[in-house]
């Protein structure tokens, strides 16, 4: 019986995974449940033994795409200071690196415009995630007050999501990488980091 309840646990944590990944790829509503079955390597038939809906999935996927979120900040940040894994944080999300990869980047820039049509599961799993984020960010940034270190963050965080999410709408990468590049100053300096020429490595 254990192995049966691991074995269903995997599977599903499977489903969740590829789901998390085309939501972003595609958006809410192009997420269909015969695509991320197959792309699991599973059957049609076996989505009802592990959600009881699309909506369900959907919250689920918002909630791992977020997940995945704090892992990357978390690897990006280890064995620095807080302030410097606050700031090599900000330099990969206002990337091209991040704008070129919105199947697996924040589900903040990939799903803002999305989210406000969708169900009850997913709009929770967001807010949730937007929550966790800024708080995660005003944890690291320099000592003050933590409610305006909170707002700081609330509006750092708004400034890159917006930034990745318009620079995937512009055609040319040229202009695109330009508008990275300065949103990227401009937060850095908001939160007290230095200038620096910034060589995007990040995969």
Known sequence: MRYDANRKEETRRKV???AATLVRE?????LG????MARAGLTHGG?????????DLLGAAVEEAFAQGRARFQWIAEGKS??????AFVDYYVSMSHRGRPDRG??????????PRQGPPARRAFDAGVQR???AMAERMPAGPPEARFDIASSCLAEMAGAVALSRAISDDGVAERLL????RRVRARLGFPETSYQDTTS
């Open 33 to 36: 449940v015969s695509e991320v």
């Open 26 to 30: 595609q958006g809410p509503e192009r």
């Open 16 to 18: 969740v995974q590829t």
């Open 133 to 135: 984020l800024i708080e």
């Open 181 to 184: 590049d300065q949103s990227r």
């Open 106 to 115: 924040c589900a903040i820039a990939a799903l803002t415009n999305d989210i």
């Open 82 to 87: 807080p302030s410097d894994g606050l700031s």
């Open 47 to 55: 989505f009802y033994a592990h959600f009881r809906s699309k909506e």
